[in-house]
């Protein structure tokens, strides 16, 4: 029997994951169910009764806060300094494949200090893309031709594939345009996100040297969050652990809710078939949540097909029962969720602001919440909202730090050439640009040899003037950039560029402005014990990889708004679900798809999930949709929820107390049944149907009541409808 102090706390099945460590395995964990603990005691025992070197062990996560969560932990496990070389690789999938890229990208034709570009330098090429193809934003929005691209690249399909497979107008002008792109991203020696991964996977197959030489240093690894991987993450993982097949992957199939974004449930659900020696460890004790919490996830998720058999447990038995609010509408719904926040803050010494959070399906749900709390005078923040890093002076800066890095990044060059006003317009650009195409340099090299410009243009000895001085400053930041850290050389970058003073306005916000260049100075301090040079590639890396939730604070007394695929991997005391809708949740898109109502069911499972003591669902009676106030239906999520389960609130609009009832109100929990006293007029519909409207188009028919048809219409403008049977211009299809 093994006595490992690492294994000792652990439940069982905690114990087997830690303990098995030489083959295949796949660790279903359920929410709440202790993973990263189970993870990172796993690495430590690898390392402490096994003797495996630290570096031949490989981490990857989904971000960087679980990432320095799991470090943090093997760090104290290990009883290591945070430097030391003790400690394995642990990181995000991108961190990781960016690391690689740096020392090896050469092999590829790239300078080792590419640029990553991210979503709005993505749109700024792509809209000088198609300026220079002629071809009008409001035709092609160059939002959906980046996100076409993008998802070709998650399926690993590159241009010519795609020219290929297209069968369309569109996807013929979105074949161009990934020609373009991808000839534009090299010549900026600039990748996207998409490309971190399929570089390495490129390098891989171009340099099979390369490949065995990670091959022999990563013999264990382990990848957290399996069910999130897309078919590029997918790939490098399966040719990493070729040769040893030490592959520890952990995840859960009910958590699955990023196929909008490439990831493919079906890597996890697979995971035995590709390799048939796995050993399945079932992690289904749950840390975080109550029984009734937990009953009325497991009666929801239990309706998927598509999933690995587990009902998660709890000791926790006691625990509130789950709370149903009924609004009349979106304004009384939030105010229901505020009225209960201030109550519990205002009656237990112990509730905190920050222990609640509001979920939502869509983004344009929080509009009414964040009115109502300022009226309320409720603090809230909002996660996904404006980032630190999307602010204007903060990009700018940034734009300058990556010209310093980096000058054959245009898209950085041209943010700020004329930042603060330089005199070098949109004429002198364009004849800058054909200079570029004229001598198949870069951009800012064309500016270095702004004489040679009488080749292709006029210009007059002013204007070069100007294009010098532009010149000038870059290389006297990059003198400075071998000089200094990332931090002070951010300070340099402010008064050399004049963009202090262009800050520094008098204005309030002007004020605020530099109150947040000085917060990024604080951020690049972080590097100043690096090498100059260095310290500036590794902030600039980082940064690039920073997402939302890790900016998150803990320490922030305030409420937490968020969608519901934010709040993956976080928990809360007490959780609001806001919008349980037909239409909102599940969300319109989905209810013609098996598969995508599967998926929004799993994302219902992951909010209900996140609560720890108590959990709300709430749903309006009516809500707006492109300024016409509609009937809604409650969401079918409900229906799975035996009653007994739930304790309907139905609140009182003008005051009072709700209604306590025990079964959920009208038609929550069971549909419609047609009453003897409605006429039923002949008609061949029924629900499920598929119905054709000839202004709303495809649609699904929900329910079939006293003459009244209700349809779930495809289109997300005009999502659910009721309709009469007798005149509605519906075709059965």
Same mark, same amino acid.
């Given at each position: ?59 990857? &996560?989904? &971000? ?103 069968? $369309? ?59 999130? &991987? ?94 149903? %609010? ?21 009656? %237990? ?60 990044? $245009? ?236 304790? &309907? ?43 054709? %409207? ?40």
């Amino acid at each position: 029997m093994d006595t490992s102090p690492l294994i000792q706390g652990l439940n069982e099945p905690q114990q087997q994951a830690v303990t098995t460590v030489d083959g295949p395995v796949l660790i279903i964990a359920g929410a709440g169910s202790g993973k990263t603990r189970a993870l990172t005691h796993r690495i430590a025992y690898l390392i402490q009764e096994r003797h495996v070197r630290p570096w031949n062990i490989l981490a990857m &996560t989904f &971000t960087n806060k679980a990432a320095a969560e799991m470090r943090k932990r093997i760090i104290a496990l290990l009883g290591v300094q945070e430097d030391s070389r003790d400690v394995p690789f642990i990181g995000t999938f991108h961190s990781f494949c960016v690391k690689m890229l740096r020392k090896h990208i050469h092999l590829l034709d790239y300078e080792n200090q590419f640029a990553i570009y991210d979503a709005s330098d993505q749109q700024v090429l792509m809209k000088r893309i198609l300026k220079e193809e002629n071809i009008d934003e409001k035709q092609l929005n160059p939002r959906a031709v980046l996100s076409h691209i993008s998802t070709a690249k998650n399926g690993m399909i590159g241009p010519r594939e795609y020219e290929m497979k297209s069968d $369309s107008y569109f996807a013929e002008k979105v074949a161009r345009l990934y020609y373009k792109y991808e000839e534009g991203l090299k010549k900026n020696n600039a990748l996207d996100f998409d490309d971190l991964l399929l570089k390495v996977i490129e390098l891989f197959q171009k340099q099979p040297g390369v490949l065995e030489e990670y091959r022999e240093r990563f013999r264990y690894i382990h990848v957290d969050e399996y069910q999130d &991987t897309n078919h590029a993450q997918y790939m490098i993982t399966k040719m990493l652990a070729e040769k040893y097949k030490n592959l520890c992957v952990v995840g859960d199939s009910d958590q699955g809710i990023y196929s909008w974004r490439g990831a493919s449930i079906q890597n996890i659900l697979d995971f035995e078939k590709d390799y048939p020696q796995a050993q399945i460890i079932k992690l289904e004790q749950n840390y975080r949540s109550t029984k009734p919490i937990l009953d009325v996830a497991h009666h929801v998720i239990s309706q998927n097909t598509k999933r690995h058999d587990k009902k998660l447990w709890t000791a926790r038995e006691e625990g509130k029962a789950v709370q149903l %609010h009924v609004g009349e509408n979106e304004r009384h719904e939030a105010e229901t969720v505020a009225k209960i926040i201030r109550d519990e803050v205002a009656s %237990h010494e112990r509730a905190d602001y920050r222990d609640f959070t509001v979920l939502y399906r869509t983004n344009a749900q929080s509009r009414t919440i964040e009115e109502v709390f300022m009226r309320w005078g409720l603090p809230y923040k909002i996660i996904g909202g404006i980032r630190f890093y999307e602010r204007k002076e903060i990009k700018d800066i940034m734009a300058y730090l990556k010209i310093v890095a980096n000058p054959a990044d $245009s898209v950085a060059l041209l943010r700020i050439v004329n930042t603060p006003q330089r005199s070098i317009g949109p004429a002198s650009l364009e004849k800058i640009q054909t200079l570029s195409n004229a001598k198949d340099c870069t951009f800012f090299e064309a500016m270095r040899r702004i004489d040679d410009i009488g080749e292709v243009a006029e210009m007059t000895e002013a204007k070069r003037e100007h294009i010098k001085k532009f010149v000038g400053l870059i290389q006297r930041l990059q003198r400075q950039n071998l000089e200094v850290p990332a931090s002070a050389l951010i300070k340099f970058v402010m008064e050399e560029s004049g963009y202090k003073k262009y800050l520094d306005d008098g204005s309030v916000e002007g004020e605020a402005r530099l109150e947040n260049v000085a917060e990024l100075i604080s951020v690049a301090s972080k590097y100043d014990k690096l090498a100059p040079g260095m310290s500036l590639n590794i902030f600039l890396e980082e940064v690039s990889l920073i997402s939302d939730i890790d900016t998150l604070d803990d320490k922030d007394n305030s409420i937490t708004l968020m969608t519901l695929h934010m709040a993956k991997g976080l928990e809360f005391p007490h959780v609001f679900i806001t919008g349980m809708e037909d239409g909102m949740l599940p969300h319109s898109r989905s209810i013609l798809s098996p598969q995508e109502l599967e998926e929004e069911r799993r994302l219902f499972y992951v909010g209900v999930t996140r609560a720890m003591e108590k959990l709300h669902l709430l749903y309006a009676k009516n809500r707006m949709f492109y300024g016409e106030t509609r009937d809604t239906i409650p969401s079918q999520f409900l229906d799975d929820i035996p009653s007994e389960l739930l304790e &309907t609130q139905e609140q009182q609009l003008f005051g009072g107390h709700g209604t306590r009832i025990s079964r959920p109100l009208t038609n929550i929990g069971s549909r419609p049944i047609p009453s003897e006293n409605l006429p039923n007029p002949d008609t061949d519909l029924s629900d499920g149907d598929k119905v054709m %409207h000839k202004t709303f188009g495809e649609g699904i028919v929900i329910n079939v009541l006293g003459g009244i048809v209700t349809v779930a219409f495809k289109d997300p403008k005009y999502g659910i409808k009721k309709l009469a049977i007798t005149v509605a211009p519906l075709e059965k299809i």
